[in-house]
């Protein structure tokens, strides 16, 4: 036992120097006289606030009861450094580039900078927290008690906790760098490890070879069972130990913290993959000599957890007692310190910052001065968890039971896993998938480890413990659905991780991201590709360069701004003044002001300046998955195709049309020459037969010169009617239409064919209609059409006697005459063909004309608003119909 | 790192084998092949058990730190930005 005074004035003079490093450190980084702080060997031992005290005293007590089993927690981070190419260095490329100030930070962001992931992730670090904070105010306690005689344990964990506070504030808090780097609070814990290394080795070599005689000497007669302990020490538990270390060194708030927020060098990070393993193997070379040479010398009953002390102690070896006591004492207050930094990191950014800036900027602009704000609740926030430790060490009344919270604690934050590994590889995770798994996650630790680690005292009673809530042996806490007969740790495990997991990928395979979601996930999962990891722009809006500069002032400083705002007007080729609020200012700005306050408070503060809301299609196209633009595209596709398909079926309509129409010219052109040929064949002959032959009697002479005039007025008749039909049908002819009364129209037709119709013997019976009735029409080209009809009928009846009936009937708005004979009319099939030109009925013969009088009247009908169509009887003939428009109602 | 040009083949075996070097670690370290180391022993007076993982432990890190060395000069890390991060 050493004296109060000596050990007081020890641990005062080693706070000093404590003290004195991060003050000096601090006041090198800002005038940027690294040197040699900045290295790899920095970064390094700053790494191994892993090992706190309950590694420093209670790896000595898990050795002496279990055996080996101690060792697991050691390979897992051995095994995360050595492959660090693929998830540590992402982890810092990914921090590096987003500034990310804290592990809740990093969720958030990449979630698509969700406030309240960030909130969840808080509440969950600062639960799990706490208890470890109240383990490390304990031990530093007992080994007091220890090493300087029984006192007030309270007080002193009290004066202990006021101290850690302290240093915390001032180094801590210092400034608010853009990075959220603690340059002083780094190198004071590298020198902690130094220490601690140092103590640890010293015992050990003090056990192995003073109080032994070597290796040999320590592990002679030593029964196997307290080398491997009593159970099965390579089994589950195992496994589940080294995935718990493992997840705990990328997990833990103060992790974190100094492996990717306190980074200031990526390529430290290849030299911390092998010097931190190997600081851990120097950590527990000695662990097992220690507990082995511990268990053989003290006397029965000796707390194991404090061997470390105890065995120089007993040894009357003061200067040793006292260095592991420091060693300890180093451990506890190095993690007590960058826990609270981290833990108030993010209950500050997101959960008092929010609340604050809300109440304070109610409106578009930013009142009062956020950067003190910023400190006082950054000062306050530490206050209030070293003050929960405390509190958690006065109640828990320094029982064992806060032994295991290490353990507890790891598979707290191992709850982040599945949202972080699932966060920087797989750009399918949303937010809606890892709030899930996170709270999954944590109800079930709390369930089944956390709070049965009370023994019944908190919230679960022992019977609920022992039989399940009411009752329900399926739900008992630590036989979750009848899973017995499993170490509670892995049971414990098996059921957060594995649910928390499951959930995460589940949900998030059934969820939409929203659009900042998918490009946050896109700029994390593909870190190394983008140029300086700086995410790309999608946001538009307009801002003020006063307001932004208002913001940052109030946040980063007045000196930092200025130089910020200046770097960036020089950048964009200004001499002086405020830069451009362009898209690249604003982003930059964001990024600055979330490395001090968090990527969720930076976005909601920037674009409420900026006015920046929503995403611009062409964005919002780019960010867009692969597949939908598959879809897309496919949709596109198809359309494109139909559309092709609805032509083709057009284009061969049409090309079928031109066909027809092709093949009806040929028809037309081969009718026609035959019928011009006819009448100039016979002129040629007699004309031929004038010239040449002398002898020709006159009357014959007369005769043949009549036959030529006779067929040069038939070709001048079809050429005339030629012209007719194509400009009736082309629609060059005016045709002027008057009012005509139909009986006369009748009249005049058939007085006009009363001869022939007298010659040919045909009977004509007319009803021409009612005496007033009018229709609008060309009085001349109607009889031509009446004529033509009704010679048609005379002409090629071949009934033996002949008969013609015409009818008038009225049709609403239309009149209609109706021709009828009774030789028989004509088949549907040639019904179809007589409006051809140069067709005609079967019974025709070629005595007389062409075969251009129907087509011509039906032509001569149409640009009269009217009709001439064939038409059937019910009793099967056929009968021409002419119509025409009524010129009164 | 996905400009293949920034990429020689001889850092591209390094990463092969840091991630074989995690996978060797895992099985070596973890059941059933940890379990071979089960038996009664001592070598140089210390237990085989202890002796096994130590001395797979210690291996793994300096396979670790010669991997590391090829790994960081294939890294293309900008070093201008890590400067004035570290200065500023």
Not at chain 1, 365 to 382: E, F, P, Q, T
Not at chain 2, 13 to 30: C, E, F, N, T
Not at chain 2, 40 to 49: F, R, Y
Request: aromatic fraction near 8%; hydrophobic fraction near 50%; glycine fraction near 8%.
């Amino acid at each position: 036992m050493l004296s109060v005074n000596t050990v007081l004035a020890v641990c005062l003079g080693y706070v000093v120097l404590l003290f004195a490093v991060a003050f000096i450190v601090d006041r090198r980084t800002r005038t940027r006289r690294l040197g040699w702080l900045n290295s790899p060997v920095v970064y390094t031992l700053s790494i191994s606030i892993y090992c706190t005290s309950w590694t420093f005293y209670g790896a000595v007590g898990s050795a002496a009861r279990n055996g080996l089993e101690f060792v697991a927690i050691y390979l897992g981070p051995t095994l995360v450094f050595v492959g660090w190419w693929w998830c540590l260095r992402k982890l810092v490329r990914i921090g590096r580039a987003h500034r990310i100030t804290s592990i809740a930070d990093l969720i958030s962001s990449r979630y698509g900078k969700s406030p309240s992931l960030a909130v969840l992730v808080t509440v969950i670090a600062l639960i799990a927290t706490t208890p470890y904070i109240a383990l490390q105010l304990q031990s530093l306690t007992r080994s007091y008690q220890v090493i300087a005689g029984e006192s007030d344990g309270v007080a002193t964990a009290f004066w202990i906790a006021a101290g850690m506070a302290l240093f915390t504030i001032l180094f801590g808090t210092r400034n608010l760098d853009a990075n959220e780097r603690h340059q002083g609070v780094v190198a004071a814990i590298a020198l902690e490890a130094v220490v601690k290394l140092l103590a640890l080795l010293a015992v050990g070599v003090f056990a192995t070879w003073s109080l032994a005689d070597g290796f040999a000497d320590v592990f002679a007669d030593v029964p196997p069972e307290v080398v491997v302990g009593a159970g099965e020490v390579f089994g589950a538990r195992w496994v589940v130990l080294t995935f718990l270390s493992a997840t705990a060194i990328i997990c833990l708030p103060r992790q974190f913290q100094v492996t990717v927020v306190e980074n200031i060098d990526e390529r430290h990070l290849s030299t911390a993959s092998w010097l931190f393993p190997l600081y851990l193997f120097g950590m527990t070379l000695f662990i097992m000599p220690i507990a082995i040479v511990g268990l053989k010398v003290m006397p029965a009953g000796a707390n194991p957890d404090l061997f470390v002390l105890t065995l120089p102690l007993s040894a009357e070896r003061h200067e040793l007692a006292l260095l592991a006591f420091l060693g300890g004492f180093s451990s506890a207050t190095s993690m007590v310190i960058v826990a609270t930094i981290a833990v108030s990191t993010m209950l500050s950014n997101h959960i008092v910052m929010p609340i604050a800036l809300r109440v304070l900027a109610a409106g578009r602009a930013v009142s009062g001065d956020v950067r003190a704000l910023l400190l006082v609740s950054r000062r306050v926030c530490i206050g209030v968890i070293l003050g929960l430790g405390f509190l958690y060490f006065r109640l828990s009344g320094g029982s064992d039971a806060l032994a295991a919270i290490g353990l507890i604690a790891f598979v707290g934050v191992a709850q982040f896993l599945p949202s972080l590994l699932g966060g920087i590889f797989w750009r399918g995770g949303t937010r809606t998938g890892a709030a899930c798994g996170l709270l999954a996650g944590f109800a079930l630790w709390a369930y089944t480890l956390f709070l049965p680690s009370f023994g019944g005292d908190v919230i679960l009673s022992p019977e609920v413990l022992r039989d399940g809530p009411a009752g329900i042996a399926a739900l008992r806490p630590q036989a979750l659905l009848g899973l017995d007969g499993l170490d509670p740790l892995v049971h414990a495990v098996v059921w957060s991780v594995g649910v928390n997991a499951l959930a995460f990928v589940v949900v998030s395979s059934l969820t939409r991201p929203g659009a900042l979601e998918r490009l946050q996930a896109t700029v994390f999962v593909d870190v190394y590709r983008a140029a300086g990891g700086a995410p790309s722009s999608v946001l538009v809006g307009t801002a003020a360069s006063e307001d932004l500069f208002l913001l940052a002032r109030r946040i980063l400083g007045d000196g930092f701004a200025r130089s910020l705002f200046d770097e960036m007007a020089a950048a964009q080729g200004r001499s002086g003044g405020l830069p451009d609020p362009t898209d690249a200012v604003i982003d930059r700005l964001e990024r600055e002001l979330s490395g001090s306050i968090g990527a969720a408070s930076a976005h909601a503060l920037v674009n409420r300046i900026a006015d920046r809301q929503s995403l611009g299609m062409t964005e919002l196209i780019d960010i867009a998955d692969e597949s939908q633009q598959m879809i897309e595209a496919a949709h596109e596709f198809a359309e494109k195709s139909a559309e092709l398909e609805r032509t083709a079926v057009q284009l061969r309509a049409a090309n079928e049309r031109l066909r027809a129409l092709d093949a009806q010219k040929d028809e037309f052109l081969g009718q026609l020459s035959h019928e011009l040929r006819t009448p100039m064949t016979s002129i040629r002959s007699f004309s031929e037969i004038l010239m040449d032959e002398e002898g020709v009697p006159d009357q014959e002479r007369r005769r043949f010169v009549s036959i030529i005039n006779e067929e040069s007025q038939r070709l001048t008749r079809l050429l005339d009617e030629l012209l007719d039909i194509s400009r009736l049908e082309g629609g060059s002819i005016d045709l002027r239409l008057e009012m005509i009364g139909v009986p006369e129209a009748i009249g005049k037709a058939l007085d006009a064919i009363a001869g022939t119709t007298r010659d040919a013997g045909v009977t004509v019976t007319a009803d021409p209609g009612r005496a007033g009735l009018r229709v609008e029409s060309n009085p001349d080209r109607l009889r031509q059409v009446l004529i033509n009809l009704l010679s048609n009928a005379v002409k090629y009846n071949p009934a033996p006697q002949p008969e013609i009936r015409v009818s008038v009937n009225e049709n609403g708005s239309m009149v209609d005459i109706d021709v009828a004979d009774n030789g028989g009319g004509v088949t549907h099939a040639e019904a179809a063909m007589i409006f051809e030109k140069f067709a005609r009925g079967d019974r025709s013969d070629r005595s007389y004309g062409v075969g251009l009088g129907l087509p011509i009247s039906r032509a001569i009908m149409r640009a009269m608003n009217g009709d001439l169509t064939v038409e059937f009887a019910p009793d099967g003939t056929s009968f021409f119909r002419i119509r025409m428009p009524r010129a009164d109602p | 790192m996905t400009a293949p040009a920034e990429i020689g083949p001889a850092s591209g075996k390094a990463r092969d084998r840091s991630i074989a070097l995690v996978v060797v670690g895992v099985v070596l370290l973890m059941p059933p092949l940890v379990g071979v180391s089960l038996v009664d022993g001592s070598i140089a007076g210390v237990p085989v058990p202890l002796v096994y993982v130590f001395v797979v432990w210690v291996t793994l890190i300096a396979a670790a730190a010669a991997l590391a060395r090829v790994l960081r000069s294939s890294d293309t890390i900008d070093s201008s930005e890590s400067v004035n991060d570290a200065t500023g």
